[in-house]
């Protein structure tokens, strides 16, 4: 996976260069407001600050839709660009009001860089590693700031510091990216399959997997176009077809689903747990978990918690059941293989399904219905996406693949396996038509388990040399088999282009309860992120640090008290650095909430600390070494969780067709609520000092744990179409449970 971490590097040189930024005016307006004599007018100066967020506020308004209508990759270009030239007017700049200007070209390249960032790395990255990558935005973030703040402290040194040789400096590294944007970053494979462009979405993929099959990747991003739809959870039990399961719990014959392998007489049977409805299955734990928290825990946080776990807590999202990334249709060679698309799909004997839709010759159309060709009946049979063969029950669990690093075509990562099923059902006119139905597997407990559902059940364990799996299943409509589309009779889910049928992003699907819900999620995170008051004290660490009388600490060596705040923000800095290779660690193993419940205590213990540090007099030495010392933990701790988690979320929640919409209100969001805490900073230092300006900040923090507590699912390791599926059939729940 070696492609999608070095594309993901790449990526977040956008986030170091806002680090950059965000440290040097952090040190450059100390000498601004001298050379502009800004010391009575604090509005001017902290509109040279609040410039910038009001750039990337302004430029964030249309960046989603434009996203969605350019392509990732050619936002992020045009941000390299604006870093790049706001860089060189701020060098110029002979006056306060060009360098405004050039405050707000800056911004319009924060604001791309910083929306747009996390939601390229999750479209390219694997569910595995997923949060990983996207911690790496924050930790190249704080490398930017470390390096500047070194820069901003040698220049401090000097008889007459330059600010505009500080400020300029941006230019240098943003050119760089400009390169790395132009000749490397691919284009967000996601977006690509989303205008219908196949061939190219394809060989992104075969990039950043590293291996040519990628069909069940591609079938994911495919399904990934629809918004809604009625989904359910359903429980299967797997196994072979030519033997019976005498369970009472199991349906009758005929409920069973079929899974066919292309080998003539390779063949499963996946009989459905009666009794089981997507309420059902987490109503037991569901329903203990609501009751200990006096019933305020959102259904759809019990829900996603319930596949978690039996994940194994140590490793990644390769659990002990997945270890080369199984498929169930994996082929049992260590060759890789080269899967093309189907040109020659032809209707089966009986069946009066045109091959390809009106599809047309284009080598962009998606023609394969990605349905084995030895399937013959249409009842309830679920068909694999290639010609792969299936490796008997006998030998290993059903989902696990052959030794090598191989992924089987219907592998869509996390342990998660694609299929469809084919069914029949009566028209308007009372005739039988053929129908889809598209489900999303996961296997769950250890081999052998026959029982439970998404929630572990206790006791009821089958053999452990049984040969059958226990398995959970999203079941929903295809996204490309709307009803508009029924008259067409396509082949497969798959089978018309989706240009087709993927419109672009509409304002009504946000009103989708999925949508609506992850909407709740992602906007209250980000309100409750700034106003615990990170930026602000970043933007003005060096002052915050001086009226804490850091001076003291370096007095004796000669060194000025500007230049002494530069140098505590620089090592402040670098102490962040472990703390965020230590959350790059733990996103995909310990998880996203979990990081975020366990080190918002910490963040409130730092702040009551300096309020106490504030209003207790003590002396200076000791009150600037405590101060320090809680600052530092502060920013360590903050950027473990609450500083890269909520734009990892946000770029995790929504459906692929209004990402670009919905990060662009959570986006939007997040730099109002920057610009008000920023500015408004000055202003609460002076009317309530620092302990009533970081007493509030801890108050917000206790209301952000309650809130991640009561609101925010774990989503780690799960494709990101599992999680909006997830998320859609959470709201139903939520609506569900308010009419009973």
Excluded at 88 to 113: K, T
Excluded at 148 to 165: A, D, H, Q
Excluded at 675 to 691: E, N
Aim: hydrophobic fraction near 45%.
């Amino acid at each position: 996976m070696s492609g999608a971490v070095l594309v993901a590097v790449a990526a977040a040189i956008g986030n170091l260069l806002q680090g950059w930024d965000n440290a040097t005016i952090a040190g450059a307006v100390l000498y601004i407001k001298r050379e502009f004599s800004l010391e009575s007018e604090p509005t001017i100066e902290g509109l040279i600050v609040a410039m910038s967020l009001i750039g990337a506020t302004c430029i964030t308004t249309c960046s989603g839709g434009i996203s969605d209508w350019l392509g990732r990759r050619p936002m992020l270009i045009i941000s390299s660009v604006l870093y790049c030239v706001s860089g060189l007017v701020m060098l110029w700049s002979p006056n306060v009001y060009i360098l405004l200007l050039a405050r707000l070209l800056d911004g319009f390249g924060v604001g791309l860089a910083v929306t747009l960032v996390p939601v390229y790395i999750s479209e390219t990255a694997p569910p595995e590693i997923r949060g990983l990558l996207n911690t790496l935005p924050q930790f190249t973030g704080s490398i930017g700031m470390f390096l500047s703040y070194c820069m901003v402290f040698g220049m401090s040194l000097s008889e007459l510091p330059n600010w505009r040789l500080m400020l300029g400096v941006l230019s240098i590294p943003s050119l760089i990216y400009f390169i790395l944007t132009i000749f490397f970053l691919p284009e967000s494979p996601r977006w690509l399959v989303s205008k219908g462009r196949m061939s190219e979405a394809k060989k992104v993929l075969q990039r950043l997997r590293g291996r040519e099959d990628v069909a069940g990747e591609m079938a994911l991003l495919v399904e990934g176009l629809g918004v809604g739809g009625e989904t359910s959870i359903e429980e299967y039990i797997i196994g072979p077809a030519n033997e019976d399961i005498e369970d009472q719990d199991i349906s009758d014959d005929k409920d069973q689903i079929k899974l066919y392998g292309p080998e003539e007489g390779l063949s499963w049977v996946a009989r459905p747990v009666t009794g089981q409805s997507s309420l059902g299955i987490v109503s037991r734990h569901g329903s203990m978990a609501s009751q200990s928290a006096l019933g305020l825990v959102d259904p759809l946080v019990t829900l996603f918690g319930s596949v978690h776990e039996k994940v194994p807590e140590t490793g990644s999202m390769r659990s002990a059941l997945f270890p080369h990334f199984g498929s169930m249709f994996s082929v049992g060679g260590n060759q890789a293989r080269n899967e093309e698309w189907d040109d020659d799909i032809v209707p089966r004997e009986g069946e009066d399904y045109p091959s390809d839709g009106g599809g047309g010759d284009s080598d962009d159309n998606l023609h394969s219905p990605l349905i084995s060709r030895q399937t013959t009946s249409l009842d309830k049979d679920i068909v694999p996406t290639n010609h792969g063969s299936l490796t008997s029950l006998r030998h290993r669990s059903l989902m696990q693949s052959a030794t090598g690093e191989q992924v089987g075509s219907m592998g869509i990562g996390g342990g998660w396996q694609i299929a469809w099923q084919l069914s029949e059902k009566v028209g308007p006119d009372g005739k039988k038509e053929g129908g889809f139905k598209r489900i999303y597997l996961h296997q769950e407990g250890v081999p052998g388990s026959r029982r439970g559902s998404l929630v572990s059940l206790p006791g009821n364990d089958a053999p452990v040399d049984s040969e059958y799996v226990q398995a959970a299943a999203l079941v929903s409509e295809p996204a490309l088999y709307a009803s508009e589309l029924m008259k067409q009779h396509p082949v497969g889910p798959a089978m018309v282009h989706p240009a087709e049928t993927a419109k672009g992003p509409s304002w009504k699907d946000i009103f989708e309860p999925g949508v609506k819900h992850a909407l709740v999620v992602g906007i209250g995170i980000q309100i409750l992120q700034q106003f615990s008051g990170i930026n602000g004290v970043l933007y003005y660490t060096p002052q915050i640090l001086e009226q804490a009388g850091v001076g003291v600490l370096l007095s004796n060596l000669g060194i000025s008290s500007s230049s002494a705040s530069l140098l505590i923000s620089g090592i402040t800095t670098l102490l962040m650095l472990p703390s965020i290779a230590v959350a790059m660690r733990l996103m995909d193993i310990a998880g996203r909430r979990s990081l975020l419940l366990s080190t918002l205590p910490v963040l409130i213990i730092s702040l009551l600390v300096l309020v106490i540090g504030s209003v207790v007099k003590m002396g200076n030495v000791v009150h600037a070494a405590i101060s320090t010392v809680s600052v530092v933990l502060y920013f360590c701790f903050f950027v473990m969780g609450f500083g890269p988690i909520p734009n990892i979320l946000c770029a995790e929640i929504f459906p692929t067709r209004v990402r670009g919409l919905c990060i662009a209100i959570c986006a939007l969001t997040f730099w109002i609520c920057d610009i008000i805490v920023t500015y408004s900073l000055p202003v609460l230092l002076k009317s309530v000092g620092l302990a009533g300006v970081f007493g509030m900040y801890a108050v917000v923090c206790v209301i952000s744990w309650v809130f991640v507590f009561l609101k925010v699912p774990e989503t780690k390791g799960m494709p990101l179409e599992v999680i909006t599926e997830f998320f859609s059939v959470g709201a139903k729940q939520v609506a569900a449970a308010k009419n009973n």
